[in-house]
């Protein structure tokens, strides 16, 4: 194994270690925009759709990266205007 | 590593942190939207910077680029739309959507990218496998959930026989892709089995076991995200995904305990018909009481304290408003109320709880399983509108189909009323046990109509 790939495995089972103990404290209540606002982080594969772009010079990889893009814009924009939609909606009493 | 370059990972660095903040944020209600927004700007923050490192690379030619502004304007706009559109009831089905569409990204970089090293080619064939997998399943999740694909349990003839042959697929172009340099092929060929085996594998799930399939989709989802950050090479891609995977994966155990029913007969399929069948009333229970709204919103009024419990059916009539407003019609008479709900009331975890904010139901109000337990045994009326299983006393006991099954203890309060349609079954196919305990009295309609009868009862006959 290089060096590289043990410390992508190292951030990766730490990140996995620190939203088990961030995540599991989220009460019921608050689940489904918990889901949808973690779907919106996932979002962040945007960041690695543009990494990709850098590397596209073919007809093929254009369509590929378009579809790519669109998916990954989709899924970030939405992902947090929904989640801030359900969380306002959350009131107190007062 | 150049001064640049090194700035670049330090910002990264904080829009991670951002994301871990974000969530948890979210342990409280009060604190959840800033939280949200806390991850957002640490979104916005990454894709700015990763601007910058396309912009002064210079590497991405003019086609690319109009590829990648195209893509992400058009892909923004209609993430824009659906999520401004879309009604809380209609939730579970656009989260589905946004969840198919982040695996598919994810897939398709590994598709897109030509793997330099054997780590890249391992990662990228998982990356692929997963995101594709979870595209397809997520879209027909999706599709159950929203009615243009029946929520019935569909088998498929020869299912597992064509998901094994499909995992033998995966698995040989697996090793084409890393021991053989099968590249781009051999890449295509993985995602084509895993696509299919994605809509094989959720097309037998039935409505009742969607909240655990998409909480696993979701998990899904974190991984491939993951992996194409493995492929990329890319630390923000590797915590963001591994965070999500997570947090599926936390939901996917609470829900199927809360199921009571183990994941891998879950994924097997055939439960759960999407919708109770309606039964004629009278049918199936021996002895059961029935009450008028009149006399049921007479009792409710002059309670001391009252307990909704909330379950698929009034989420299915759409009645939450209707709920709402009889609690708050209660709570002017100065009777105590709050709101039971059972981890699985709703079709994705928590849906409940935004169905019933979005009704301005207060959230000091909304109750866990974990939180309402102990109150029942001083609550005057436990009023039970469209939940069955999840309140059925059977499931203390050993040797039936609900048994162990966590359940709220209604049938502990003083007395029930049940607003239900018929006594047809819940997904787990027995009796309630609860509809003839003498303390029980049944409120025989739609959640919506039966719960306008009972704030006309209200208003009349209550003063």
């Known amino acids: 194994m290089s060096p590289l790939l043990l410390a992508d495995l190292t951030v990766f089972t730490l990140g996995l270690l620190v939203g088990f103990e961030v995540i599991s404290k989220v009460p019921a209540t608050l689940h489904t925009p918990l889901m949808s606002g973690a779907n919106a982080i996932h979002g962040v594969v945007l960041v690695g759709v543009m990494l990709l772009a850098a590397t596209i010079s073919t007809p093929a990889g254009y369509a590929l990266l378009t579809v790519a893009a669109f998916f990954a814009a989709m899924n970030v924009a939405g992902g947090y205007v929904v989640t801030d939609r359900m969380l306002a909606m959350f009131r107190s009493r007062s | ?108 970089i590994a598709l897109g990218e030509h793997p330099a090293s054997t780590q890249a ?86 409505g009742a076991d969607m909240p655990v399939v998409i909480s696993l989709l979701n998990a899904c989802t974190g991984t491939a995200v993951a992996m194409a950050g493995f492929v ?27 199921m009571n029913r183990p994941i891998g007969a879950i994924i097997a399929g055939g439960y759960g ?37 909330p379950g698929y059916g009034l989420a299915a009539a759409q009645a939450q408003h209707e709920a709402v407003a009889l609690a708050q019609a209660l709570t002017e ?52 509108i469209g939940a069955n299983d999840v309140t059925n006393p059977a499931a203390r006991r050993p040797g039936n189909p609900v048994s162990g099954m966590p359940i709220l203890d209604v049938d502990r309060a003083k007395s029930v009323i049940v607003i239900k349609r018929s006594l047809g079954h819940g997904y787990a196919g027995i009796d309630n046990e609860l509809y003839g305990d003498p303390r029980t009295a049944m409120l025989f309609a739609d959640a919506k109509a039966g719960l306008g009868a009972l704030l006309a009862g209200l208003s009349a006959y209550a003063k």
């Open chain 2, 273 to 309: 018909t999407g919708d109770a069948v309606a039964v004629a009333a009278g049918s199936g229970s021996s002895s059961v009481r029935e009450i008028t709204a009149d006399d049921a919103a007479i009792q409710l009024a002059y309670a001391g304290r009252v307990v909704i419990v």
């Open chain 2, 1 to 108: 590593m150049s001064a640049f370059d090194t700035i670049v990972h330090l910002v990264y660095l904080a829009c991670a942190t951002a994301f871990v903040i974000g969530l948890h944020l979210m342990n409280a209600p009060a604190t959840a939207r800033r939280g949200n927004q806390v991850s957002a700007a640490g979104m916005g923050l990454a894709i700015v910077t990763t601007v910058v490192v396309l912009a002064e690379g210079g590497r991405i030619n003019a086609y690319a680029a109009w590829a990648l502004g195209l893509g992400t304007a058009g892909g923004a706009v209609a993430g824009l739309v659906a999520a401004r559109r879309v009604r809380m009831t209609a939730m579970p089905q656009l989260v589905s959507l946004f969840n198919a569409v982040g695996g598919g990204a994810a897939a398709l």
């Open chain 2, 232 to 258: 990329l090479g890319s630390t923000p891609l590797i915590i963001a995904g591994a965070l999500v995977g997570a947090a599926g994966a936390i939901l996917t155990k609470l829900m199927a305990d809360a």
């Open chain 2, 333 to 384: 008479r100065g009777v105590e109320v709050s709101y039971a709900i059972h981890p699985v009331a709703g079709r994705m975890p928590g849906h409940m709880n935004v169905l019933l904010a979005e009704a301005n139901a207060p959230y000091e109000q909304l109750a866990d399983l974990e939180e309402s337990n102990p109150g029942f045994p001083r609550t005057d009326v436990a009023l039970v």
């Open chain 2, 121 to 206: 080619e391992v990662t990228g064939v998982l990356d692929v496998l997963i995101g594709a997998l979870t595209f397809s399943g997520s879209l027909i999740a999706s599709g159950k959930l929203a009615g243009r694909v029946p929520g019935r349990p569909i088998v498929v003839r020869y299912g597992r026989l064509i998901s094994f042959g499909l995992a033998v697929v995966a698995a040989v172009m697996a090793v084409l892709v890393v021991g053989f340099d099968g590249g781009a092929p051999a890449l295509w060929g993985a995602a084509a089995a895993a696509l299919a085996a994605g809509v094989l594998l959720t097309l037998p799930i039935g």
